[in-house]
T-cell receptor, first 114, second 111 residues
Framework: EPEVTQTPSHQVTQMGQEVILRCVPI?????FYWYRQILGQKVEFLVS????????KSEIFDDQFSVERPDGSNFTLKIRSTKLEDSAMYFC????????????FGPGTRLTVT | AQSVTQLDSQVPVFEEAPVELRCNYS??????LFWYVQYPNQGLQLLLK??????LVKGINGFEAEFNKSQTSFHLRKPSVHISDTAEYFC?????????FGQGTELSVKP
């Protein structure tokens, strides 16, 4: 069964450093998403991406964040200068279409900023 | 903007007992609702979804949920739980494509 994969599973970085989280969505999916879950809190939407551009982004997704689909398979989330409060589990998801279609989630990347 | 409230943060239950996990959503003209499960150290897996039609929705692993428009609720139920159902359960609503999640309910099944 096809699945969304994410690397690395755990990333530790120092405050102020840049990190890139990687995702490989399911191959025939067209919509891609990033969510995050701070420990003990709810899963929050960050950004959606379709046709090589951002469809929607939340208030959390400020200028420190960017997304890219550098080739036909990868989907990346970059945090330019990490802060302590960026420590969270980051989930990538993909879907065939928007709205009614199931979003398939990856296992997540746990980001720890020290 | 849509919102989702899960009324119970933790639900302990004994094996083979029935369980109900409660979820309320903010009212909207049309609403698409989902329940996801997160097992320890894993991603989110879809249990079931309501898009339209029958208000009783059946999902995987014996779970079902009932959409109640007048109560703005979408409670998840299982008549008899197993130890393996121990996990975090998230109710979510689709808002223009993105998912808005509730706070999650930790289901703990004890022998």
């Amino acid at each position: 069964e096809p699945e969304v994969t994410q690397t690395p599973s755990h990333q530790v970085t120092q405050m102020g450093q840049e990190v890139i989280l990687r995702c490989v969505p399911i191959s025939n999916h067209l919509y891609f998403y990033w969510y995050r879950q701070i420990l003990g809190q709810k899963v929050e939407f960050l950004v959606s991406f379709y046709n090589n551009e951002i469809s929607e982004k939340s208030e959390i997704f400020d200028d420190q964040f960017s997304v890219e689909r550098p080739d036909g398979s990868n989907f990346t989330l970059k945090i330019r200068s990490t802060k302590l409060e960026d420590s969270a589990m980051y989930f990538c998801a993909s879907s065939e279409s928007s709205g009614l279609y199931e979003q398939y989630f990856g296992p997540g990347t746990r980001l720890t900023v020290t | 903007a849509q919102s989702v409230t899960q009324l119970d943060s933790q639900v302990p239950v004994f094996e083979e007992a029935p369980v109900e996990l409660r979820c309320n959503y903010s009212s909207s003209v049309s609403v698409y609702l989902f329940w996801y499960v997160q097992y320890p150290n894993q991603g989110l897996q879809l249990l079931l979804k309501y898009l339209s039609g029958s208000t009783l929705v059946k999902g995987i692993n014996g779970f079902e949920a009932e959409f109640n428009k007048s109560q703005t609720s979408f409670h998840l139920r299982k008549p008899s739980v197993h130890i393996s159902d121990t996990a975090e359960y998230f109710c979510a609503v689709s808002d223009g494509g993105k998912l808005i999640f509730g706070q999650g309910t930790e289901l703990s099944v004890k022998p």
